[in-house]
């Protein structure tokens, strides 16, 4: 369902592949620090090729029975952000959650909103979905511009929502609705 798509000149967009855990371990590890502040706590495992594998093999499971989508941002060889459309529900509920991150070196050059922009036209034109759901920490401006460019209103605030960095931490909430 999701095709690989051209972001700018540099960077595109394409499912991830089991090929890719080398990539992704090197991008996590990369920008470690850079996303600290924006993630939970990680295992050290999970910054190892293998770690990353693994949870690549899953994560594609998911996109065959239509559950997820795990995207890369990539710039020639190098993994330069992931995107997930992920916990999708069918039935009459049709909605999945979105979560993203770009490297620290391309940040600012708005290939999340590209890439945000056409996750939600794939999920409208190509998936059927009727909404999309994601979150940002109250202090994350940057990843609120992103989701508001792509059509999403905040509908609320969860208190102590996510553990992030150590703490539990309140998060916006945001969705798009994609159908009338």
């Not at 050290?44 to 941002?73: C, F, K, N, S």
């Not at 150590?166 to 916006?172: G, M, P, S, V």
């Amino acid at each position: 369902m999701f095709e690989s798509c051209q972001l700018n000149e540099e960077v595109s967009m394409r499912l991830l592949r089991p090929s890719d855990a080398a990539a992704l371990d090197a991008a996590y590890t990369r920008n470690r620090e850079y996303l600290s502040c924006w993630e939970p706590v990680r295992p050290e495992a999970y910054y190892t090729e293998a770690w990353q594998a693994a949870d690549i093999a899953r994560r594609l499971v998911e996109t065959e029975t239509g559950g997820g989508y795990p995207l890369a941002l990539c710039a020639g060889q190098a993994l330069v952000g992931r995107f997930n459309l992920a916990g999708i529900v069918r039935g009459p509920f049709q909605s999945a959650g979105l979560g993203y991150w770009v490297d620290s070196k391309y940040a600012g050059r708005g290939l999340a909103s590209a890439a945000v922009q056409a996750i939600v036209e794939t999920a409208r034109e190509k998936l059927g979905l009727h909404r999309i759901e994601a979150s940002t920490l109250q202090h994350n401006v940057g990843s609120q511009r992103v989701l508001l460019k792509a059509g999403f209103r905040k509908i609320g605030m969860a208190p102590r929502y996510l553990k992030i960095a150590r703490e539990w931490q309140d998060h916006n909430l945001y969705q798009v609705l994609l159908h009338d």
